[in-house]
């Protein structure tokens, strides 16, 4: 270990700030890349199984099935 | 040879390799990374004129290597767009760019952080500032051009094209530190030349710089996947796919 204690660690000599501030916007932005990543395909396949789910129901025969009648307006 | 080539450009070939490499490439990257990033920040020797400051070095050197190879590895697909119309190229080039981007973003904010210790200014209009922050606007251009053009030809050309435009850049921000008076310090590593820095300084960095490496190819590949997911929806591999909940 290059520093003495957890308090020479965290100021750095005064350069504390600078290091902290880089390492933390970088872990968040890598961070968040990763997890918007794997979001987006969950979010593929999630809406495709839905659609899929859909057709599937419409092609099934219906259990009771009635014929929509459009009143005339005459 | 054309079977070959047909076989790598098989979006459903490409998903499976993609599904059996990305744990190895995730967990081996973040482990490499985060080593390289606790040995520079903790236990690296401080630097005689910089003193703990030029820590950022661990980060600000990965971000802008990949910022500067993600974009040529792009042009390299974008080439074989170009010539050969496969269709992985051009979904390589969508699915990295906004990496390239946020890798861009970071080499140029932990290098404006780093500045102000060591420089004393935040940004300057030196050559290698300005060339990265072009990279960062090429980065932009290529994203808003793949999606602006709704036909996936199209898109796929006049994107391949503009990414060649801009490959220009590259050698202007390699070679800005000697061309140029700036600021900036010459590169810390060369192929060909022994790293001025003692090993404790150096091994760290060259642990993040290829953990960051292995991440982004976990980023490809997976981004890839969403990518080919969105675009095969209609083909039967990506129906029994979806259905049997594997991803």
Redesign the interface.
């Known amino acids: 270990?290059?520093?003495d204690s957890i308090a020479a660690?965290w100021s750095?000599?005064g350069?504390?700030p600078?290091?902290w501030?880089?390492?933390a916007?970088?872990t968040v932005?890598?961070v968040g890349?990763?997890v918007w990543?794997?979001r987006?395909?969950?979010s593929?396949?999630n809406s495709?199984?839905r659609r899929?789910g859909r057709s599937s129901a419409r092609q099934a025969p219906a259990a009771a099935s009635f014929t929509p009648v459009q009143p005339s307006r005459d | 040879m054309w079977q070959i080539f047909h076989k790598l450009g098989s979006p459903k070939w490409f998903y499976g390799i993609a599904s059996k490499l990305m744990p190895w490439l995730l967990w081996l990257g973040a482990g490499l990374l985060l080593a390289g990033?606790v040995w520079g920040?903790?236990?690296?020797?401080?630097d005689y004129l910089q003193?703990?400051?030029y820590?950022?070095l661990y980060?600000?050197v990965p971000?802008a290597f990949l910022a500067q190879s993600v974009y040529l590895m792009m042009a390299s697909a974008a080439v074989v767009t170009l010539v050969w119309r496969i269709k992985l190229a051009d979904l390589f080039v969508r699915s990295v760019a906004?990496?390239g981007a946020?890798f861009t973003?970071?080499a140029l904010?932990?290098g404006a952080?780093?500045g102000?210790?060591t420089w004393g200014t935040w940004w300057i209009w030196d050559a290698r500032l300005t060339s990265m922050l072009i990279l960062l606007f090429l980065y932009f251009g290529v994203i808003a051009l793949s999606s602006a053009i709704s036909d996936e030809k199209s898109a796929a050309r006049s994107t391949a094209v503009l990414v060649l435009v801009g490959v220009v850049n590259i050698p202007i921000i390699k070679y800005s530190v000697e061309w140029w008076n700036t600021l900036h310090q010459p590169a810390t590593f060369k192929l060909t030349e022994k790293p001025s820095m003692s090993p404790d300084m150096w091994v760290p960095l060259l642990l993040a710089v290829l953990g960051l490496y292995l991440?982004f190819g976990?980023?490809a590949c997976?981004?890839m996947?969403?990518e080919i997911?969105?675009r095969e929806?209609r083909t039967r591999w990506?129906?029994e796919l979806?259905?049997s909940?594997e991803?």
Request: hydrophobic share 50%; aromatic share 14%; proline share 4%.
């Open positions: 270990m290059e520093f660690f750095m000599e350069h504390g600078y290091v501030t880089c390492y916007v970088f932005c890598l890349l990763m990543s794997m987006q395909r969950r593929v396949i495709q199984r899929a | 990033l920040l903790a236990f690296a020797p401080k003193g703990n400051s820590r950022i980060i600000h971000s906004p990496v946020i973003f970071l904010f932990t952080v780093w102000k210790p991440i976990w980023l997976l981004r996947q969403t997911l969105t929806s990506v129906q979806v259905r909940g991803g």
